[in-house]
């Protein structure tokens, strides 16, 4: 009886013979099957963005059946009675039959762009978990930066995308993409020439646009994806701090049965939430704006979140120029929008694909590192993050100042002027506040560690004073906090004879070893705890417990 349970199923077992026999994936699948895989609910933000990547091309598989990317005058004849008889775009009307005229094409619509917010956020908070847990280092470089080139395509898409139904909100966006592309010194006027076929608003824009969303940038996402998932599972996944976790091993589950359920089950679940939000929260209801003419404009309009804070950038920056030569006839730098379109999205995505590489530069670490740190136990790298962080914030924030003044009955110049100090007061205000929240982190821990947790019970003393006594810490919850490492630092100290070592050199190897110093080193030791040394003892039989919690 027990070797008829054992057996494999005669169509399982002729199934995997013939693919093994002319595949030869026997071993390969024996192997990776059983990849272990950390468990840690950090880990799981990426897959958001993975899943949410996946409803995109469903969704928009469906939608291209229907839509049609033409800038052609029709008239309006379909369900919508508003619009009825009205001239508009051939993209615009399909865009209004999908929503009204084709079954599920609501849904589809609505699902599709509430998919297109969670993948950039999905990314987004992706990469903040990678960037201050440091899992951007050796040897996971070359991940981080096709990382940083999805997020990056990933606000094209969903411009393109945004841009292909025609309507008012949509148009003006459009227009402002335009503006910022001629606007552009030497190259401007082509690239705009190139995108809308001629003079704005051209004949040719959602065509091409709709090439770039459905085919082209679409085609390099998905490469960059593969590649993105092929080199974590070659190199194999971080795994935080704690009991039994090095650098050479991988504490966890494996990816059959246990990982691929827990995937299976959270791709539902995404997937519920992005149908749930289609089906009961309106999103971009074009047949509201009307279809979009140059001379129209809309008051209010704002782009999808993760453009806010361009559309802020715009808004803050004085209206500032360049006329070369001392004529605007000889030609204009706008730097009213040069500005806010090129050096905000330069500063963040250039400083995220140069940090890994700076920080091994200025902490000499080239190491391999599979253990990721605490956010709070490299306090400066937290910091910066921080203040990176406000500084989105405030951009994203002020893309709205017209409807903060009205909600909130601002004057509208003062939300600018404010905006204006924030940009920069805010940033330096979180890098200190979240340095020294790092540092008190780091001190609770090594109190932690030193003394114990609190337990509720008071002893008394024999000289009469009451104390808390205070137990050891869980064993994993002690391990958690002893996997911190001290940030590495360059060798800075001179010798005997006062020479500075090799590569401290020079200005730049004095300031190399001043940001060294400033950066590496352990802050706050795990051993610096206070108080008194006999609040580990247990109390005992016949010692006074006359007060307890």
Not at 24 to 41: E, Q, T, V, Y
Request: charged fraction near 15%.
């Amino acid at each position: 009886m027990s070797d008829d349970l054992n057996k494999v199923p005669k169509a399982i077992a002729g199934t995997s013979s013939v693919l093994d026999e002319r595949l030869g994936g026997a071993n390969f699948l024996k192997r990776n099957m059983r990849k272990i895989f950390p468990d840690h609910w950090s880990f799981l933000l990426g897959e958001i963005a993975l899943y949410a990547f996946i409803i995109l091309l469903l969704t928009g598989t469906f939608l291209t059946f229907w839509f049609q990317p033409g800038m052609g005058h029709v008239i309006y004849e379909g369900s919508y009675a508003p619009l009825k008889g009205v001239m508009m775009s051939e993209a615009y009307a399909s865009a209004l039959n999908i929503s009204f005229d084709v079954r599920g094409g609501l849904l589809m619509r609505q699902m599709h762009h509430w998919a297109a917010l969670l993948f950039v956020a999905g990314m987004m908070v992706h990469m903040l978990r990678v960037f201050f847990t440091g899992a951007y280092r050796k040897p996971r470089e070359i991940n981080w930066i096709i990382g940083i080139l999805l997020l990056t395509l990933a606000l094209a898409e969903g411009l393109t995308g945004y841009s292909l139904p025609d309507d008012l909100l949509s148009g003006a966006g459009l227009r402002i993409t335009q503006g910022v592309a001629i606007s552009l010194p030497l190259v401007g006027t082509y690239i705009s020439f190139f995108l809308f076929g001629g003079e704005y608003p051209g004949e040719d824009v959602i065509a091409r646009f709709y090439s770039l969303h459905i085919l082209l940038i679409p085609g390099i996402l998905l490469a960059l994806v593969t590649a993105h998932m092929v080199l974590m599972w070659v190199q194999k996944h971080t795994q935080m701090p704690g009991k039994g976790r090095t650098n050479k091993n991988v504490v966890g589950a494996p990816f059959y049965p246990a990982f691929m359920a827990k995937a299976g089950a959270y791709f539902l679940f995404t997937l519920a939430v992005v149908a749930g939000l289609g089906t009961f929260a309106q999103i971009n209801p074009i047949w509201i704006f009307g279809p979009y003419t140059p001379a129209d404009i809309s008051a209010g309009s704002q782009p999808d979140w993760y453009m806010g804070f361009l559309e802020g950038s715009l808004r803050l920056m004085p209206a500032w120029e360049i006329n070369l030569f001392g004529t605007a006839q000889a030609g204009t730098l706008p730097l009213s929008v040069i500005i806010p379109a090129l050096v905000p999205l330069g500063l963040v995505m250039t400083g995220l694909a140069l940090y890994p590489f700076l920080e091994r530069w200025i902490t000499g670490d080239h190491r391999e590192h599979h253990v990721a740190d605490r956010p709070r136990n490299n306090p400066h790298r937290t910091s910066i993050g921080m203040s990176a962080i406000v500084f989105y914030g405030v951009l994203w924030l002020l893309g709205a100042n017209d409807e903060l003044s009205a909600f909130f009955h601002i004057n509208l110049n003062m939300t600018t002027y404010v905006g204006r100090a924030l940009i920069f007061v805010g940033p330096a205000l979180a890098y200190i506040i979240t340095y020294r929240i790092c540092l008190g982190l780091q001190r609770s821990d090594a109190a932690v560690i030193s003394h114990g947790v609190e337990s509720g019970v008071i002893k008394r003393l024999p000289h009469g004073e009451f104390i808390e006594v205070h137990t050891p810490p869980a064993e994993d919850i002690a391990a958690h906090m002893r996997g911190k490492e001290a940030v590495p630092m360059l060798p800075v100290d001179e010798d005997t004879s006062g020479i500075p070592p090799k590569g401290m050199r020079g200005p730049l190897g004095k300031l190399r070893g001043r940001m060294s110093k400033a950066y590496g080193g352990e802050k706050i030791p795990l051993d610096e705890g206070h108080g008194h040394e006999d609040e580990h003892a247990a109390v005992g039989p016949g010692e006074d417990k006359s007060l307890t919690h």
